[in-house]
């Protein structure tokens, strides 16, 4: 899948467009075809500093938030929610947002 790695601390300029593995949906987890990511200062501190919440070790896809749509399951996921296009936060301390893809926990 597509992703932006922060790979150093610094600019803008640091982030850099790459891949990274295809996530799979664990048990009770959705799978969630990225339309939008979120970046919010929280990101742009950490990317300048390496302060923040986050507790991540580079290199890191950063990110807290997500819109996009259902389109897999894991063990245990609620059936209806297949299909179902969602915005959500991904919790502290967790990366990753700015993927094609990303698993999430109902919570």
């Known amino acids: 899948m597509r992703a ?3 790979r150093e601390f610094g600019g803008p300029e640091v982030l850099v467009p790459g891949t990274a593995p295809d996530p799979a949906p664990g048990p009770g987890q959705v799978l969630v ?15 300048a500093s390496g302060f923040g919440p986050f507790g991540a070790e580079l290199p890191v896809i ?27 936060a991904t919790g502290p301390g967790d990366t990753g947002q700015d993927a094609a893809r990303r698993a999430l926990t109902r919570g």
């Open 4 to 6: 932006v790695w922060l």
């Open 33 to 47: 075809d990225v339309a939008h990511a979120n970046i919010t200062f929280v990101e742009t501190m950490f990317r």
């Open 62 to 88: 950063p990110g807290n938030g997500v819109g996009g749509t259902i389109t897999a399951l894991g063990a245990g996921a609620d059936p209806a929610l297949a299909g179902r296009v969602v915005v959500t």
